[in-house]
Structure formats: C-alpha cells, structure tokens
C-alpha cells in the first residue's frame, strides 16, 4: 500500500487479488462523548419521543469497512491500481460516518489521475469493489436509562433536558434529519 499525496491510499493489483482488505476507523470517542451521551440521552429520547427499544440506540465507537474477497474471472491479473479514499472523506464528524460517492476505483495510471470506469475497469478484468460496513458501538436497556434519569431527578437536574451536561461544560449532542430518519450528532464544541 502506498499513501498517494492527494490521501488516497493505493494497492498494486498483482498484490491483492484473491485477498480481501479491511480497515478500521475509531470514532474520537473518549470517555468525555460517553459521559456526554450519558448525561443528555433522555434528553433525546424525548425529543424523539422513544418509549421503548432503548437498546436500538448505539454510541458509535468504530466503523470497520470490508471488501469481499477480491478474485477476477482471468487467471492473471491484469496489472492497474486500487485506490481507497482517505479516512477523512468518510468520517464526517467526531461520531459520525458516511460513505462518499466515491469510495474506491481501479486506474492503469499509478497517480489515479486517471480513472477507470467500473465497466472500463470490468472489460479489462478487474473484479467489481463491493464493501461491507460494520459498526461497534455501546448501548444501554431501559431499566439503565430509567436509573440514570432517576439519579439525574435525584441530583437536581431535569432529565430530559441537556442542563445537566451544560453544568459538566460536556459536548452537546442534537438531532439532526437525513431523509426520514433522525440521527443523534455529537457536536465537538461543548458550551460555556
């Protein structure tokens, strides 16, 4: 593997045919955004309005991308490059990642600035890229969230509110929309 100048790592093609690649990417977790979800999660769910199901509701801490075993239909593989984009295309927050529109290609150029379309790169035999993400994270049932709230009540914070990780000067998280879904998004920046 090479790391290109542009951040795009690349992979000779004689090198990792038959092989799959995996990589991992930690969310900038630390204790701090655990504390944080901890102490603004009933705040969330009521905003969501969720009642049921607390275990559904995950902390990302890593993300681990997959490529199915790459074997090609030719018995010698044609000689080209893989690149994979940099890791910063595909975490788009402190918690948060997205896979890019373009996650990967094959180029016959060792710069990758020139590009292979997926049947161009087909045609000449190189096997088509499909990736698998998986996702590691925390959660916590119910009766968890149920005793947090009652300890929170107990200290003298609401909590469905954010007051008492504002009185901790913890980052703040909020919800934003994609589509139809709703997602918790940590914000890096706590308030004063």
Same mark, same amino acid.
Request: aromatic fraction near 14%; charge should be negative.
């Given at each position: 593997?090479?790391?290109?100048?542009?951040?795009?790592?690349? @992979?000779?093609?004689?090198? /990792?045919?038959?092989?799959?690649?995996?990589?991992?990417?930690?969310?900038?977790?630390?204790?701090?955004?655990?504390?944080?979800?901890? &102490?603004?999660?009933?705040?969330?769910?009521?905003?969501?309005?969720?009642?049921?199901?607390?275990?559904?509701?995950?902390?990302?801490?890593?993300?681990?991308?997959?490529?199915?075993?790459?074997?090609?239909?030719?018995?010698?593989?044609?000689?080209?490059?893989? @690149?994979?984009?940099?890791?910063?295309? /595909?975490? &788009?927050?402190?918690?948060?990642?997205?896979?890019? =529109?373009? @996650?990967?290609?094959?180029?016959?150029?060792?710069?990758?600035?020139?590009?292979?379309?997926? $049947?161009?790169?087909?045609?000449?035999?190189?096997? $088509?890229?499909?990736?698998?993400?998986?996702?590691? #994270?925390?959660?916590? =049932?119910? &009766?968890?969230?149920?005793?947090?709230?009652?300890?929170?009540?107990?200290? #003298?914070?609401?909590?469905?509110?954010?007051?008492?990780?504002?009185?901790? #000067?913890?980052?703040? @998280?909020?919800?934003?929309?994609?589509?139809?879904?709703?997602?918790?998004?940590?914000?890096?920046?706590?308030?004063?």
């Amino acid at each position: 593997m090479y790391n290109m100048y542009h951040g795009w790592a690349r @992979f000779n093609s004689w090198e /990792i045919f038959g092989r799959a690649i995996c990589f991992d990417m930690r969310a900038a977790q630390s204790w701090r955004h655990r504390e944080s979800w901890i &102490t603004q999660a009933n705040h969330l769910f009521a905003q969501l309005c969720v009642t049921s199901e607390h275990s559904n509701y995950v902390l990302i801490r890593a993300v681990r991308f997959h490529s199915q075993t790459l074997s090609s239909l030719t018995p010698k593989p044609p000689r080209g490059y893989l @690149f994979l984009c940099p890791p910063n295309h /595909i975490q &788009t927050g402190p918690t948060s990642f997205s896979l890019p =529109d373009s @996650f990967s290609f094959w180029s016959l150029d060792p710069t990758g600035d020139s590009r292979l379309t997926e $049947e161009q790169a087909g045609n000449l035999g190189f096997p $088509e890229i499909k990736w698998r993400l998986e996702y590691y #994270g925390n959660y916590w =049932d119910a &009766t968890s969230y149920e005793g947090l709230a009652a300890f929170h009540a107990a200290k #003298g914070f609401d909590p469905t509110s954010q007051d008492l990780a504002i009185h901790l #000067g913890l980052p703040l @998280f909020e919800l934003s929309s994609r589509g139809k879904e709703l997602l918790a998004r940590g914000d890096s920046q706590s308030v004063e």
